[in-house]
C-alpha cells in the first residue's frame, strides 16, 4: 500500500514511509506521523497504513535521517536527546516534513493533521507551537513539556492529547501545565486521560512496568476511536 520517498534538509536526506488510499479520489487529506523515540520504525508505517485505510494519505516522517532505527533503548536515547536538548532543531525538521508532504500531488495542502507516540507526540505538538497551519494534531502518550528559551506562536491547530493517568514520564502536574499552555496559545485543545493507564499504552511490544510502557489494549482502541472522530472533525 505504501512505498518510501525521501527529502532534504540541509544536505541530509530523510526516508519517509507514504501510504496512500486504494478507494475516494485525490486530493486526499493527509495525517503526518511522528515516531516514538526507536525512530519511523515498523510500527509508525503501519499507522500510516492505518490511516490510508481510512481515507488519508499517511505519511511516517523521519525525524532522524537516513532512515535510522535504534536497536535498543541505550541507542534510542542517543538519537533522541540531541532534539530534546534542541527544540529549534526538532521544529525545524518537523516543518520540513510538512512542506515534503505539501509536494505531494495526491494531498489536499489545505487539510493536513498530524500525530505522534511518545516523542512523536512532542515532534506533533512543537509543529503545531510553531504556528504552522495544520487542521489537527494528536498526540498519543506523548511528552507534553513546553520548550525553553524561545517564543511559541500562537497554535492554529485544533489540539487533542491522549495520555495515561499513570504515565511516570508526564505527571498530573505536568498535564496541568500543559493545559494551561494551551490556553495562553488560545488553542481549541481537549485532554482525554486513561485510568489505570501508563506510557505507551497503544504500542503491543510494550511491556516494561519497571519503566513505566506497558501496552494497554482498551485504551489504545479508545484512543484510535478518538482519532477517527477528532480527524472527522478537523477535516469536515
Known sequence: MGAFKTY?????????????????????PAVLVFHAWAGRDAFSCKKADQL???????????????????????ENQRLMEPLIQNRLELRR????GLEFAKTLPQINSDKIAAIGFCFGGLCALDLA????????????????????????????????????HDDPMVKPQDVLEFEKEMTHCQADWQV??????MHAFTNDQANDPSFGTVYHPLADQRAWKALRNFLEEVFS
Not at 525538521?93 to 520540513?96: E, V
Open 129 to 164: 507551537r510553531s504556528g504552522a497551519q495544520l487542521s489537527g494534531v494528536v498526540s498519543f502518550h506523548g511528552l507534553l513539556m513546553p520548550a525553553q528559551g524561545f517564543k511559541n506562536e500562537l497554535i492554529h491547530s485544533k489540539i487533542l492529547a491522549l495520555h495515561g
Open 192 to 197: 482525554h486521560v486513561y485510568g489505570q493507564t
Open 93 to 96: 525538521r518537523a516543518l520540513s
Open 52 to 74: 490510508a485505510e481510512l481515507g488519508y494519505v499517511g505519511i511516517a516522517l523521519d525525524l532522524y535521517g537516513e532512515g535510522q532505527v535504534g536497536r535498543n533503548n541505550s
Open 8 to 28: 532534504s534538509l540541509d544536505g541530509k536526506t530523510y526516508e519517509a514511509y507514504v501510504a496512500y488510499p486504494n478507494r475516494g479520489t485525490a486530493p486526499y
